[in-house]
């Protein structure tokens, strides 16, 4: 072993100020947006019910706090549902649909006539098939979902790395062992590729569903407040929808980075 | 130990066949350290897929253990190009994949492997993951990978080709050092004279176009040696200029 090896296999650190630089230009892009936001409302003195200002808006988070909260929650809730079942659904299928070429050729376009059906139009026909409470919500985050996960996973599974398909084969792994040893773990960076675009989705699957037979949910909150032209809190609700996307992604992202140190380095 | 009779390779394409290997035959004793040399195209790699059954030869027979080759086997070890390390897998686990195909019991394997690891100087890198180490350490947890299984015979695709040059030479110090203590059987395919000088008993030549073997050339020179100044390196020139003659020029061929 050679100084510059060692060297070489140290896990880098990186150092608290890099850290904080790092986090400096998200943070500035923000603030600057919603100060021009703020200065175009008071320099043209636009009305509040077509554009409420960052302070009107943040006003109306506070009074409308719990109200905001509670149906935060179960946008929240139909989200993960949504996509939780997307997972348990499309992992399988993406499974089966690599297993053999006759059923990738049987089932692929089926799945692609699927997605090309517009979810907004699907929207009011779940309504009428399931009612109002939050099952068709989360059937609708689930068809958004549904795609990107069995695409993703199973472009991963059947693109495993060549030498390792040929180790395999050097040390004459039967089927089931090249699945589980090298294959499964070798597909699950593609598979949080497509989890991540997959979240990103299924927030605005979930509104998307909202808007039409809900009672409650932020998509929901939207569509009342703007009915009665309370616009701050219809951004207020918008806002709130933003930041549960970011959060959800970069949550999955930290999953990822956490179960699969390795992604995107070999 | 190895036995290849009279083997022929054709591959068939699209744009017609070609001739890889051309009636090549080669004993290797139990043992013995024989590296095959040759330049690129002359089916040097073709062969030793062929011993490791990972292809199956167009004519002839392959033996390992006097008993013919039709499929990768447990006593035919292989090392790769590419260390093909599992990047999920910790090095010590990297290690232990084949123990774990082949269902051997785990204590003694996990024993087996830190021996392994701590003989290429990889301790205290047990827990590490592939992407955390250098390409030379990572070849060494290869290298650690094929030997477990205790094969009779290791299959070396030029191992160290990928490395730079001084890690290389570290390398070849050390399969050398290795050598010494367990000899065991080894088929080394390399482009690099030096390594084929420095490693083997005898270095076969194999000539390009469908690959056939030209010569073969013992190296009869007391271990461990060296590039460097020390006793036999008027030897090792020697032996070493005139492999490079025979890579060098093109060898009448008969069609």
């Known amino acids: ?266 | 130990m190895i036995g290849i009779r009279n083997v022929s390779q054709i591959f068939r394409t699209r744009a017609g066949d070609v001739e890889a290997l051309r009636d090549v035959s080669l004993e290797v004793a139990d043992g013995e350290f024989v590296a095959i040399v040759g330049r690129s195209g002359c089916g040097k790699s073709t062969l030793l897929r062929l011993v490791a059954g990972l292809q199956s030869a167009t004519s002839g027979e392959i033996t390992v253990a006097g008993t013919p080759i039709n499929g990768p086997r447990r006593d035919v070890g292989f090392m790769f190009q590419r260390p093909a390390l599992l990047p999920w897998r910790s090095v010590v686990d990297n290690v232990l994949l084949p123990t774990q195909v082949f269902k051997l019991d785990q204590r003694d394997a996990r024993t087996r492997a830190h021996e392994l690891l701590d003989l290429v100087g990889l301790t205290g890198f047990e827990k590490r993951l592939p992407h955390e180490l250098s390409g030379g350490m990572q070849q060494r947890v290869s290298l650690c990978r094929a030997l477990i299984q205790q094969p009779r015979v290791l299959l070396m695709d030029e191992p160290f080709s990928a490395l730079d040059a001084l890690t290389r030479a570290d390398l070849t110090v050390e399969l050398q050092r290795l050598q010494m203590k367990h000899a065991s059987t080894v088929l080394f395919v390399t482009h690099s004279v030096d390594e084929a000088v420095l490693l083997a008993d005898r270095v076969v030549v194999l000539s390009p176009r469908p690959g056939r073997l030209r010569e073969i050339v013992e190296i009869g020179i007391a271990r461990p040696r060296s590039l460097g100044h020390d006793g036999h390196s008027a030897e090792l020139g020697e032996l070493r200029a005139r492999l490079h003659d025979l890579l060098m020029t093109p060898e009448e061929v008969a069609r």
Not at chain 1, 40 to 50: L, M, P, Y
Not at chain 1, 130 to 149: D, N, R, W
Not at chain 1, 155 to 175: H, I, Q, Y
């Open chain 1, 1 to 266: 072993m050679t100084v510059t090896e060692a060297r070489h296999a140290r896990r880098d650190k990186p150092r608290a100020d890099v850290r904080w630089a790092q986090h400096l230009p998200p943070v500035l892009g923000v603030v600057a947006a919603v100060a021009l936001w703020w200065a175009i409302t008071v320099v043209f003195e636009v009305e509040s019910f077509i554009l409420p200002s960052p302070v009107q808006v943040g006003q109306a988070m506070v009074e409308q706090s719990d109200y905001l909260w509670d149906n935060t929650l179960v946008t929240l809730a139909e989200t993960l549902l949504g996509f939780g079942l997307a997972i348990a659904v499309g992992v399988p299928l993406a499974l089966i649909v690599t297993a053999s070429r006759m059923l990738e050729r049987t089932v692929y376009p089926l799945l692609l006539m699927l997605n090309a059906v517009p979810k907004v139009a699907v929207a009011p026909l779940l309504v009428v098939w399931m009612g109002f409470g939050q099952f068709p919500k989360v059937f609708l985050v689930f068809l958004v979902c549904f795609f990107p996960i069995v695409i993703s996973t199973a472009a991963g599974l059947s693109s495993t790395p060549a030498d390792l398909v040929e180790l395999g084969r050097s040390l004459k792994t039967n089927w089931w062992q090249t699945f589980r040893m090298i294959r499964m773990p070798a597909a699950v960076p593609q598979l949080f590729v497509g989890l991540k675009l997959a979240i990103t989705l299924a927030v605005i699957g979930a509104v998307i569903a909202e808007f039409v037979g809900a009672t409650e949910g932020l998509g929901y909150a939207i569509v009342a407040s703007g009915a009665s032209a309370d616009t701050a809190l219809a951004f207020a609700a918008m806002i709130l929808l933003g930041v549960l996307s970011v959060v959800l992604f970069y949550l999955l992202a930290a999953i990822e980075r956490f179960f699969v140190p390795w992604a995107g380095r070999s």
